[in-house]
């Protein structure tokens, strides 16, 4: 099953699995040296050399002792980055899980309704914080139920088809959304201001106990993700072969769905709604890799983490103030895929 | 078909150019800045974990402050580089005590920007033709149109931004730092930077507001830049005015206080199906408009809510203020707009008791709050107050307070849109 060899439709270049892996090692070098450069980058001037001789302070390497450069590039910087990372691979890494599952190019994370239960749960906090532990886990709360909410709706008889489970999630986050709407109309001018620029999506706030919270469960989620990079081939030749071919095809679609949900509500509670990166990533990994899920999912997963560290660091360095990063990802990714859409039409939509 | 070797070589070098061609590109080129020692040496603040590199520096250039969450920060003597993330109350009032030199950063709910269409009237659909900013502060003190906006708690703080300004204190405007995550993630992330970070508080932070808080305000910054006498003077001065609208409704029944409708005539609140949107009991507006200027709201909700005509209708206020609601609002939009045909047989407008508030930005209070006070009182209660000039009036209040020229005085009044909000002739 894992040699099963996947061609682009329309003819276009083929790759071997090698060159494939190649492809990814080479991708994974373009991230580090995106992050390398990006964390020299900001308002501050810190000089290049400063800013690796603070990262190698903080890993007992060498020694600096400048504590604003410190404060600058190890506490706003490198968790701002770090983050960008796990949200960028999270995100495109459930948008080509749901694509595949699904069997639908215009499918993203948020399909299920997840950003719009992250949303609720987040102005809940925001304009009744008395009563809610944190924004944080309200929206991740939320982000679930909504989610699950859907799941449980397009159940019958233990079988969920797809196109029911679609319209669920279409159903519960127009729920959800109608319920941030009341929100933001009862809510006090502060508020409302906070719920806009939540729902835009923005790294101002990371910190290093953001990064402890979500990098390790993203790594191990997306990883598991990776691995079942083979079923998802097979899913997305339709439920009838995949059964013939021996997949519990009930039980993968739960655990696939499942994760994808799990880190994109966790991403989403974390830096609020980035648009764009689930949705044109794996897009744009297909252009190059192919359909094959087993090399798709890490090079979405690595070009969705170079794309946000690029767009944050526009997010950031642009003016003197903060730009929310879903603003960079729309103005970024529309014309992209835009032009995905008017140029390789073939390979996406057969 | 098997890629060639070849151009996967050449594939993999693009995707490293373009990584860095991409960044580089955005975020300006990498020129290699040989900053290797910090701007500046920063104070460490008592809270704040000592840094070895902290150089040695005398006692008696620093002072210790107790700002208003009760947190003593240890700051320079005499500051000179201030950051005020305030929405305006901080520039104000170093206007005020003449030492608005100092700022080199401001936080704000936007950038100082000159905007025509923010006057939109719904008369024929029209805009206000005036091209200016609300924000008196650059009329006060022109430069702060050149100096960089940083954001605010609720936006997000360009930190970076911050620390390479190297200010000396940097003043902060809060409101909810006690709950709400990101202002205290804000605190946090600039108080690591190691600059002397003062919170004072919004009135709004206490569940009732007052203008004793408003007045700690200035009292805590009289401390820092050590202006006590200026700052006691100013607030005499404002107290003064407060004394007098309260001298002048004091005693008077219950039954007889007319209800004092807060009708905000945006255009988004039409959008959703309202004529408007009014505001309940618990706004400071409601609350200095009930405690100061004794009248009492005619909405007896709380929040901040749209309405519709017959809601209006029902609520038959005697006296409607316009304050700033998305755009700036005269009387005239409520008598001839079509858009408030509806409304037409509501008491206040029927008999034409609708006035305009001096136009704001940011929806916050400022030290202008004194004025915009005895023109409300004014409003409400014209036999009381007509003896009261409001053009002279305002021309005293901006030079009392800010110590201004009669021209400036003419621009604060045009900023503040007094005439063609129909406040003054």
């Known amino acids: 099953m894992n040699n099963i060899s996947f061609e682009h439709k329309s003819g276009g270049l083929v790759f071997s699995n090698r060159t494939k892996v190649t492809f990814i090692i080479a991708l994974f070098i373009s991230l580090t040296i995106t992050a390398l450069i990006a964390i020299t980058r900001g308002a501050y001037d810190i000089s290049v050399i400063a800013v690796y001789e603070v990262i190698l302070d903080n890993l007992n390497i060498a020694t600096q002792t400048n504590s604003l450069f410190n404060t600058i590039v190890w506490e706003i910087r490198m968790p701002r980055i770090l983050l960008a990372i796990a949200v960028g691979m999270a995100l495109a890494t459930a948008g080509g899980v749901y694509q595949g599952t699904f069997r639908n190019p215009l499918v993203e994370p948020f399909i299920l309704g997840v950003s719009a239960g992250a949303a609720f749960g987040a102005a809940l906090s925001i304009v009744y914080p008395q009563y809610l532990f944190s924004i944080q886990l309200s929206a991740f709360m939320f982000g679930m139920v909504a989610v699950f909410g859907a799941y449980s709706l397009a159940s019958v008889r233990g079988q969920t088809p797809l196109v029911t489970l679609i319209l669920a999630g279409v159903i519960l986050g127009s729920l959800f959304g109608s319920a941030v709407s009341i929100l933001k109309y009862i809510s006090t001018e502060t508020g409302l201001r906070e719920i806009v620029f939540w729902m835009m999506g923005g790294f101002y706030y990371a910190t290093w106990s953001d990064v402890y919270q979500i990098v390790p469960v993203v790594t191990i989620c997306t990883i598991v993700l990776f691995i079942m990079g083979w079923k998802l081939n097979v899913l997305s030749m339709g439920e009838e072969e995949a059964k013939t071919l021996g997949i519990n095809t009930e039980r993968t679609k739960i655990i696939l769905i499942t994760l994808a949900t799990f880190v994109t509500a966790l991403s989403v509670s974390v830096v609020g709604i980035i648009a764009w990166v689930g949705l044109m990533m794996p897009h744009a990994a297909r252009l190059v890799i192919g359909p094959d899920h087993r090399f798709l999912l890490p090079s979405a997963a690595i070009m969705g983490a170079i794309f946000l560290i690029i767009c944050d660091t526009i997010a950031r360095t642009l003016t003197t103030a903060e730009i929310p990063v879903g603003i960079i990802t729309s103005i970024l990714g529309a014309p992209y895929l835009m032009y995905l859409l008017r140029t390789k039409k073939n390979i996406f939509f057969g | ?425």
């Open chain 2, 1 to 425: 078909m098997r890629m060639k070797k070849s151009k996967m070589t050449l594939l993999v070098g693009a995707l490293v150019v373009a990584s860095i061609i991409g960044i580089v590109s955005m975020s300006g080129c990498i020129d290699e800045k040989t900053v290797e020692t910090p701007k500046q040496v920063p104070v460490p603040t008592p809270t704040e974990t000592s840094k070895p590199e902290v150089t040695p520096v005398k006692e008696e250039a620093y002072k210790t402050v107790t700002d208003m969450r009760g947190k003593a920060v240890r700051i320079p003597k005499d500051p000179k580089r201030v950051v005020a993330i305030s929405e305006g109350m901080v520039d104000q009032i170093m206007v005020a005590f003449g030492i608005e030199d100092k700022i080199v950063g401001y936080g704000s709910c936007g950038k100082i920007r000159d905007c025509d269409t923010s006057g939109y009237l719904a008369i024929n659909d029209t805009s206000d033709t005036y091209n200016g900013s609300w924000y008196i502060g650059s009329i006060l003190y022109p430069k702060m149109r050149e100096l960089p906006y940083l954001g605010t708690p609720t936006k997000g703080i360009n930190y970076e931004q911050l620390a390479e300004l190297n200010p000396d204190i940097i003043i902060m405007r809060a409101r909810d730092y006690d709950k709400n995550e990101g202002e205290k993630k804000t605190i946090a992330t600039i108080e690591k930077l190691g600059f002397p970070l003062i919170i004072i508080n919004r009135p709004n932070h206490y569940d009732k507001p007052d203008v004793s808080t408003i007045y700690k305000e200035i009292e805590v910054l009289g401390e820092i830049f050590d202006k006590q006498e200026k700052a006691e003077e100013l607030i005499d001065f404002l107290d003064g005015k407060l004394t007098f609208i309260k001298e002048r409704t004091k005693n008077i029944p219950e039954s007889e206080k007319p209800g004092v409708l807060y009708f905000g005539l945006s255009r988004s609140a039409r959008k959703k199906g309202g004529a408007g949107n009014v505001r309940g009991i618990d706004s400071i507006q409601s609350i200095f408009l009930e405690d100061i200027i004794n009248a009492k709201n005619a909405y007896r909700g709380k929040g901040r809510v749209i309405m519709s005509a017959e809601q209006i209708l029902a609520l038959n206020p005697d006296v409607i203020v316009l304050p700033t609601s998305s755009g700036f609002h005269p009387p005239r939009e409520l008598y001839e707009a079509e858009a408030f045909e509806n409304i037409r047989e509501v008491k206040a407008i029927k008999e034409k008791r609708a006035c305009s508030l001096p136009a704001v930005g940011c929806r916050s209070e400022r030290l202008d709050f004194a004025m915009t006070l005895m023109i409300e009182a004014k409003c409400v209660y014209p036999e009381r107050f007509k003896d009261i000039d409001l053009n002279e009036f305002v021309d005293n209040y901006y030079k009392d307070v800010f110590d201004v020229s009669d021209d400036k005085v003419e621009k604060l009044k045009l900023t503040q849109r007094l005439r063609w909000l129909e406040i003054i002739e």
